[in-house]
């Protein structure tokens, strides 16, 4: 959720659901950037355990390898730290419908749509979720560790993430950075595709540094695993798309429905934010959003030879296209 876009709507809209959600989002936002401290002052504070201080170092580290080595902005993002004393920045909640692959659209004058809702109390987030649910929409709900303001807070280090091995951390952090490099309106699988490839590559290049060998093979097992849930959700798109397209009874839908999600479960289980979600479209949809055009992105970056720069030119020039336009590019 790109909070500093919901923060600038507000008051544009009326009714009391519209009022609420506006006024989570804002007490939420000024919440965690009032709980943001200094890293070089928590670096000094005696009380704070040096097992903190020791990723906040590795944080930090890392956010400068983002801006000299990657070209990621500069900003004071990451420069402080806040504990949250709860599992994650907040909750998003994605609803499809029954029979359907593409998420519901949440629309707002100034942010344009956004293909979730987020709530930074898990509460309000499951209050919406069995509203969408009573409405017949296929709903999950998970939790998110970090999020960009787009440079409009500077975005602080959190305790939901900053405990990460470093890779992870890693591509978490220049994941979100390179949201600062190019964002579009109503299109959120190109911002988050855009971003997936940043972070993958930026490890790529952090990694194949000195003394990260350890590091190296943790980041292999991770990738197998992505590469491998990947090949599962497409050939799940591709499987469900063809049933929903079937002149079948809706019970019957369901039953083919839940066999072929199945195979989702084990995975869930195991993946941090989406431990108790059930397998449903919802789910995929989540998914697609990050990763439906990471192979276009990805054809981008190697056209400018790897060079990052280049390639952040290429797509701040595709974010100024007309919806139509830049997709059409991007098959």
Same mark, same amino acid.
């Given at each position: 959720?790109?909070?500093?876009?919901?923060?600038?709507?507000?008051?544009?809209?009326?009714?009391?659901?519209?009022?609420?959600?506006?006024?989570?989002?804002?007490?939420?936002?000024?919440?965690?950037?009032?709980?943001?401290?200094?890293?070089?002052?928590?670096?000094?504070?005696?009380?704070?355990?040096?097992?903190?201080?020791?990723?906040?170092?590795?944080?930090?580290?890392?956010?400068?390898?983002?801006?000299?080595?990657?070209?990621?902005?500069?900003?004071?993002?990451?420069?402080?730290?806040?504990?949250?004393?709860?599992?994650?920045?907040? $909750?998003?909640?994605?609803?499809?419908?029954?029979?359907?692959?593409?998420?519901?659209?949440?629309?707002?004058?100034?942010?344009?749509?956004?293909?979730?809702?987020?709530?930074?109390?898990?509460?309000?987030?499951?209050?919406?979720?069995?509203?969408?649910?009573?409405?017949?929409?296929?709903?999950?709900?998970?939790?998110?560790?970090? /999020?960009?303001?787009?440079?409009?807070?500077? %975005?602080?280090?959190?305790?939901?993430?900053? %405990?990460?091995?470093?890779?992870?951390?890693?591509?978490?952090?220049?994941?979100?950075?390179?949201?600062?490099?190019?964002?579009?309106?109503?299109?959120?699988?190109?911002?988050?595709?855009?971003?997936?490839?940043?972070?993958?590559?930026?490890?790529?290049? $952090?990694?194949?540094?000195?003394?990260?060998?350890?590091?190296?093979?943790?980041?292999?097992?991770?990738?197998?695993?992505?590469?491998?849930?990947?090949?599962?959700?497409?050939?799940?798109?591709?499987?469900?798309?063809?049933? /929903?397209?079937?002149?079948?009874?809706?019970?019957?839908?369901?039953?083919?429905?839940?066999?072929?999600?199945?195979?989702?479960?084990?995975?869930?289980?195991?993946?941090?934010?989406?431990?108790?979600?059930?397998?449903?479209?919802?789910?995929?949809?989540?998914?697609?959003?990050?990763?439906?055009?990471?192979?276009?992105?990805?054809?981008?970056?190697?056209?400018?030879?790897?060079?990052?720069?280049?390639? /952040?030119?290429?797509?701040?020039?595709?974010?100024?296209?007309?919806?139509?336009?830049?997709?059409?590019?991007?098959?």
């Amino acid at each position: 959720m790109r909070v500093f876009l919901i923060l600038l709507s507000a008051g544009t809209l009326a009714g009391c659901e519209t009022l609420a959600y506006y006024g989570q989002a804002a007490g939420g936002q000024f919440a965690l950037s009032a709980a943001a401290r200094p890293v070089l002052q928590v670096l000094d504070d005696p009380d704070v355990a040096p097992v903190l201080k020791a990723r906040l170092r590795a944080a930090i580290e890392l956010r400068d390898y983002a801006t000299r080595v990657l070209a990621l902005p500069e900003g004071g993002a990451y420069r402080s730290y806040a504990d949250l004393e709860r599992p994650y920045a907040l $909750w998003n909640v994605v609803a499809t419908p029954e029979f359907a692959l593409e998420p519901v659209q949440s629309c707002f004058p100034v942010a344009g749509c956004v293909a979730y809702r987020g709530y930074y109390d898990r509460e309000d987030a499951q209050r919406h979720a069995a509203e969408r649910r009573a409405a017949g929409y296929d709903v999950v709900v998970y939790g998110v560790p970090a /999020y960009s303001t787009l440079g409009w807070f500077d %975005d602080p280090l959190l305790s939901t993430f900053v %405990d990460y091995p470093d890779a992870e951390l890693a591509r978490l952090m220049f994941h979100e950075l390179a949201h600062q490099v190019a964002y579009v309106q109503d299109d959120s699988t190109f911002n988050e595709s855009f971003a997936v490839v940043v972070e993958r590559e930026g490890v790529r290049r $952090w990694l194949a540094g000195a003394g990260r060998e350890a590091a190296r093979a943790e980041r292999v097992a991770a990738d197998a695993r992505r590469r491998e849930l990947e090949a599962l959700t497409m050939a799940l798109r591709a499987q469900l798309t063809a049933l /929903y397209a079937l002149p079948l009874a809706p019970e019957e839908m369901r039953h083919r429905k839940r066999e072929a999600l199945e195979a989702l479960r084990p995975w869930l289980a195991r993946m941090r934010g989406f431990e108790s979600a059930e397998p449903g479209n919802a789910v995929l949809a989540s998914f697609a959003t990050y990763t439906q055009k990471v192979p276009a992105f990805e054809r981008l970056l190697a056209e400018a030879g790897g060079d990052l720069e280049r390639f /952040y030119a290429r797509v701040r020039g595709l974010a100024r296209l007309a919806r139509a336009e830049r997709d059409a590019l991007l098959r």
